[in-house]
């Protein structure tokens, strides 16, 4: 059994940052590969940003390559979400994933997800 918890969401300005975190718990952390998703109102979930098992390689969407950075502490078992340069079109929950292939980008491909996590960006 695997469980991930975030916290971090909130409200922000636009232009301004936040960073969200997830603990991951019930196996061994640096063997799952983690992303983030997110959905907005009357939206699909979509791919926002992966990171591979070993934390060696990245991946980001276009609509949010050079604002945000995806990383990984496998001594915490905890994955990080930096959010700077924040749009209105941020505005979305936001969720961590994990699974067993490195730079998933299809929802369906991950076996285990936290609650969600609420980010607005204000304009």
């Known amino acids: 059994q695997v469980q991930l918890v975030e916290s971090g969401g909130g409200l922000v300005q636009a232009g301004g940052s936040l960073r969200l975190s997830c603990a991951v718990s019930g196996r061994t952390f640096s063997s799952i590969a983690m992303g983030w998703f997110r959905q907005g109102p009357g939206k699909e979930r979509e791919f926002v940003a992966a990171?591979?098992?070993?934390?060696?390689?990245?991946y980001y969407a276009g609509s949010v390559k050079g604002r945000f950075t995806i990383s990984r502490d496998n001594g915490k078992d905890t994955v990080y979400l930096q959010m700077n340069s924040l749009k209105p079109e941020d505005t979305a929950v936001y969720y961590c994933?994990?699974?067993?292939?490195?730079?998933?980008?299809?929802?369906?491909?991950?076996?285990?997800w936290g609650q969600g996590t609420q980010v607005t960006v204000s304009s």
């Open positions: 994933a994990g699974g067993s292939r490195d730079g998933e980008t299809n929802p369906s491909n991950y076996d285990y």
């Open positions: 990171i591979s098992q070993s934390g060696r390689t990245a």
